[in-house]
């Protein structure tokens, strides 16, 4: 077992300049302990007597709300309650379903209409990018193929696992 101590002699005496710059005391010194093998960490802190308690303030934590990120993916993607709700479970698909835009633009058309669809099946869950097109069956096929070339299959392999790019024939 490691222990790591570290004196805080020179923070003690510039905090302690209101009281008449004395040298610190075994009792007025910082220390911490780390315990390496069981991962523990601990901290000691020993004032003077005359030294008042500190004020804690309990604060509740909050949940992120993520509206902004929602709000950023509704100027593109149209999506339900259940689908937005899904991404706020799972904050990680902000980044690649914001990615995606472009990609998908490029391969497809600047005026592209998306769709989020949350498909549940049991227990697993899995959302979709429905991406709407009046192409026909082999033209829209390659632009799939083209972005998955370039860019789906370039994401990270646990985004392919509840993340799903598709065509949707109008």
Excluded at 64 to 92: C, G, R, W
Excluded at 100 to 114: E, G, R, W, Y
Excluded at 116 to 121: A, F
Aim: hydrophobic share 40%; proline share 6%; with cysteine.
């Amino acid at each position: 077992m490691t222990t790591h101590t570290h004196d805080y002699t020179n923070q003690f005496r510039t905090w302690n300049k209101s009281r008449h710059l004395r040298a610190p005391s075994i009792e007025d010194k910082l220390r911490f302990e780390v315990e390496d093998e069981q991962c523990l960490s601990s901290m000691y802190l020993v004032r003077a007597a005359s030294e008042p308690e500190p004020i804690t303030q309990k604060i509740a934590p909050s949940k992120p709300t993520y509206e902004a990120q929602i709000k950023l993916l509704s100027t593109v993607y149209e999506f339900d309650e259940s689908a937005k709700e899904f991404i706020i479970e799972n904050p990680f698909l902000f980044q690649p379903l914001l990615q995606a835009i472009h990609p998908l633009q490029t391969a497809f058309n600047k005026k592209l209409s998306l769709r989020l669809d949350l498909l549940k099946e049991g227990d697993s869950e899995q959302l979709f990018v429905l991406i709407e097109t009046n192409l026909g069956h082999d033209k829209a096929l390659k632009k799939l193929n083209a972005f998955d070339k370039n860019w789906w299959f370039h994401v990270p392999p646990g985004i392919h696992e509840v993340l799903e790019f598709t065509l949707e024939f109008v």
